[in-house]
């Protein structure tokens, strides 16, 4: 799009992310300064200096993208500063915070049962049963037996450490799922074959230690760690040379502003129900001192700030994919709000993001429509902030 236009493409890391942060940026007392709300004004700021670079002036139109939370990010630009940004794509947004986000479980349920990328029942229902299994074994005192089947590098004894090994089990599904058809290990497919392919082994436990281990293939870990103080412990280190530095801050965010705790509480959970609200929620006040009884409120403050799904932004371009887990925090829907059209895209069998990798030839048909629809959209926005000028130049 930005050849065709001719336009100047940027990218913006985010503070407190990659390079972008202070040698004692990670410290707790130096967070309060990590938020989407002060992101957002980071973009403010960047806006002037790059109009300041290039010599731009307000004949210049700008439209954001951003895809996950960057996603919400450019929404939220748009409806916080309209002014600076005439239009925004917003891929797989996250734009409603939740605080128990157990839809999220319930939706990769829905997606193993989906045909169309290859699911079935059979599969749900071997999943469903793996996960029963391995917590009856853990249940019935045969955590002995399970880390020597998982390869872990402890023996689940702790409560803590049985929740940390069925998470570690659940996001091989879920983030297989989530990332379905975009070049992770595997898809949805693989999956279902794995564990529904009765020749090699009987029993849903057998297959879902078989699917751990093909998915641990690509890894050069000899053993997968299960140690919830060793979860903990890396969540406080604030050293900069940290490999996992990103996770703490996602984690404040989580807690400060967002929620999205997929918990498993559900009956519809295909996973372990060990995992609950509570026990993903103990590392706000573990790590960072914040009240767990202060989260409702934080997550309220959110949704009001920037609307939540319900947002009266116009020229905001929302896409989804109907595979993905986080269309359930999106706005999938077209509306009017006040006069002002809401604008969605959804693309039936993709997932996370789906729009905004490089084309490929094994690219489903909707995708490749839902990209050409997106740059129509861009277009149409561009050719109207045209139009606003020369009328503004004619008065």
């Known amino acids: 799009m930005a050849a065709e236009h001719g336009a ?24 309060v300064h990590l938020s989407s709300q002060q992101a957002l004004a980071d973009l403010a700021v960047f806006h002037k200096f790059i109009c300041q670079s290039f010599n731009l002036s307000h004949r210049n139109t700008w439209i954001s993208f951003g895809g996950s939370y960057s996603g919400a990010l450019s929404a939220w630009f748009r409806g916080k500063f309209p002014h600076l940004v005439f239009g925004a794509v917003a891929s797989s947004a996250p734009v409603k915070a939740l605080l128990d986000f157990s839809a999220y479980s319930n939706a990769v349920g829905l997606s193993l049962l989906n045909e169309a990328v290859g699911g079935s029942e059979k599969c749900l229902a071997a999943v469903r049963g793996a996960f029963a299994a391995v917590e009856a074994e853990l249940t ?7 880390a020597k089947d998982f390869r872990c590098c402890q023996v689940p004894e702790d409560l803590s450490d049985k929740v940390e090994l069925m998470q570690n089990l659940a996001d091989i599904v879920m983030g297989t799922v989530q ?3 975009e070049g992770v290990l595997m898809t ?25 281990q093909i998915y641990r293939s690509t890894s050069e870990e000899s053993c997968v760690d299960i140690s919830h103080e060793k979860t903990v412990k890396d969540l406080m280190n604030t050293s900069l040379h ?18 999205f705790y997929q918990t498993c509480e559900d009956a519809s959970c295909p996973f372990s129900g060990m995992v609950t609200l509570q026990t993903l929620t103990e590392v706000c006040p573990k790590v960072f001192g914040i009240s767990q009884h202060s989260l409702p409120g934080r997550i309220a403050f959110t949704n009001a700030y ?3 799904d319900n947002p009266a932004t116009p020229r905001v371009l929302y896409v989804n994919g109907g595979v993905d887990p986080w269309r359930e925090l999106s ?17 039936k069998d993709t997932a996370h993001c789906a729009d905004m990798m490089s084309n490929r030839v094994t690219d489903r048909r909707s995708l490749r429509e839902a990209r050409e629809e997106i740059q129509k959209r861009v277009s149409g ?9 020369m009328e503004e130049k004619n008065t």
């Open 179 to 181: 990332y379905n058809e």
């Open 331 to 347: 706005v999938v829907q077209d509306r009017t709000e006040g006069g002002e059209e809401v604008q969605t895209i959804f693309i």
């Open 8 to 31: 100047l493409l940027l990218a913006l890391e985010h503070r407190f992310y990659g390079n972008s942060i202070n040698q004692d940026g990670l410290k707790t007392e130096n967070l």
């Open 140 to 146: 019935a005192g045969n955590a002995k037996q399970v």
């Open 188 to 212: 949805i497919n693989e999956i279902c074959r794995v564990m529904t392919n009765h020749s090699e082994e009987n029993e849903p436990y057998d297959r879902l230690v078989k699917l751990a």
């Open 242 to 259: 940290l490999g996992r530095r990103a996770e703490r801050a996602w984690t404040y965010q989580t807690c400060t502003e967002f929620g």
């Open 381 to 389: 926005w561009l050719k109207t902030a045209a139009q606003d000028q």
């Open 306 to 308: 920037y609307g939540g």
